[in-house]
């Protein structure tokens, strides 16, 4: 198929105007990898057969099409870890961390992270995920290798938003290479379609001095930071313990927090603490399935201050957005909130998503003529009228429990009908593999 020109013909395009959904039924056609022009069409007449697909390249059948879905937290390196022999225990949300995850990062090298991050990709088209903000660790392997993550998501024609997890837990030198591998990334990577932030870990593992010079260098290079913020109480002991201070308040003390930070997890704030994170701009990201898993707790999510963007991720354990979506409007209602109480702070955190990453990717699409060619196509035909009145119930009831279907970033199909378009999953399963062996090798 040519990319530079593309028809998709018949499907339900939900296009963003202002804090609504407003979804319109016809044709889209696409240029070098820009909508050109957008049919509306009858969606009666094509239901009484009146319409045909004609000249199209990919009919829709009736299908909802949406802006593709972002991952604010995600960690490709754990996609080796998947059925490694760990004999130490995990009964606690420090022994996860000391006996899984700080173990399996040492090991990993660069072939390795390589391979982890085709994973991620592989597993984020599959998904309807295009844009991705990954936290990255490798402390044996640290320079250079956000450049080879960087060159998976080019490869794959992705975007996303990279930084490496900067930490004094194995020592000073390895610390000063984080902040050092964030900045030479930033330089050498950074342009339309890959960003950069100043990864941070958390605030039990960050030194006074740490905390200092990664202040400098976000103000020099106008970087926010991406880092885990109270995921669980022993963020808040520990600091306290280490610093004297609990995380927020030596965010603040260094001038960390601005309108490009990404927060991740903020389970355990206190109300000053919200009221401070929402004077500085920053965004909370939830990553409900990773709370649960860790059986960490799970935020008051009535709590927060509505000024505060709310963004999703999941924390590595996998792609599916969508599913992590419904998980929070799931634990919402769980938390005996009502319907509407639900819904409201669900769409809000989908604005607020669409929002924030436009900080970073400013022509993220809202699926109108003269936009970038970025979205998603679901395998779900509404069996009902759908509006913009009735939108949300189509999406989080029906759209969210289907797969997507098909995916078109800058004009081109990453997936056409459930196949990769652009890369033999088949062949690439056997060298991840060969990886994962490795690091399988290592526990034994």
Not at 141 to 165: K, Y
Not at 300 to 306: D, E, L, R
Not at 425 to 432: A, G, H, M, T, Y
Request: contains cysteine.
């Amino acid at each position: 198929m040519n990319r530079n020109s593309l028809k998709i013909s018949n499907g339900w395009i939900c296009q963003l105007i202002g804090n609504k959904v407003s979804p319109i039924f016809g044709d889209i056609k696409v240029e070098h990898g820009k909508i050109t022009k957008i049919f509306r069409r009858n969606f009666s007449d094509y239901v009484e057969k009146r319409i045909e697909s004609g000249n199209s390249d990919y009919d829709a059948c009736g299908k909802l099409i949406t802006v593709p879905l972002i991952n604010f937290h995600d960690h490709f390196y754990s996609r080796l870890a998947k059925g490694l022999p760990i004999s130490k225990p995990l009964d606690n949300f420090q022994n996860v961390l000391k006996n899984l995850w700080w173990d399996l990062d040492k090991k990993l090298t660069f072939e390795m992270i390589e391979a982890s991050s085709k994973v991620a990709v592989v597993e984020a088209i599959k998904n309807g995920v295009t844009y991705i903000f990954d936290h990255h660790s490798s402390p044996e392997a640290i320079d250079g290798s956000l450049g080879t993550i960087a060159e998976v998501l080019l490869d794959a024609n992705m975007r996303g938003a990279l930084c490496f997890e900067t930490t004094d837990r194995n020592g000073a030198i390895l610390s000063k290479k984080g902040l050092e591998e964030n900045i030479a990334y930033r330089n050498k990577f950074s342009g339309s379609n890959l960003k950069s932030l100043l990864g941070l870990h958390a605030s039990f593992t960050l030194s006074d001095d740490t905390l200092m010079e990664a202040s400098e260098l976000a103000k020099e290079y106008e970087l926010g930071i991406h880092i885990h913020l109270c995921e669980d109480l022993s963020d808040r002991k520990l600091s306290k313990q280490y610093a004297d201070h609990f995380p927020v308040k030596r965010l603040i003390k260094n001038n960390l927090l601005n309108v490009k930070s990404i927060l991740g997890h903020g389970v355990f704030l206190t109300e000053k603490e919200y009221l401070q994170i929402s004077d500085s701009g920053a965004a909370i990201v939830y990553n409900p399935d990773s709370n649960l898993n860790n059986a960490v707790g799970l935020p008051k999510y009535t709590k927060v201050p509505v000024s505060i963007p709310i963004l999703i991720g999941t924390d590595g354990m996998h792609a599916n957005i969508a599913k992590s979506m419904k998980q929070y409007f799931l634990l919402m209602r769980n938390q005996k909130q009502s319907f509407d109480t639900s819904f409201k702070l669900f769409i809000k955190s989908y604005f607020d998503q669409i929002t924030f990453v436009k900080r970073y990717f400013e022509d993220f699409p809202n699926l109108e003529e003269n936009e970038r060619a970025d979205f998603i196509i679901w395998d779900y035909t509404p069996p009902t009228p759908l509006s913009e009145t009735n939108f949300w119930s189509h999406f989080i009831y029906g759209a969210i429990e289907r797969n997507v279907i098909s995916v078109i970033q800058d004009g081109a199909f990453l997936m056409k009908d459930f196949k990769l378009t652009t890369i033999d999953e088949n062949e690439l399963n056997k060298e991840i593999f060969k990886q994962g062996k490795k690091l399988y090798s290592l526990y034994k």
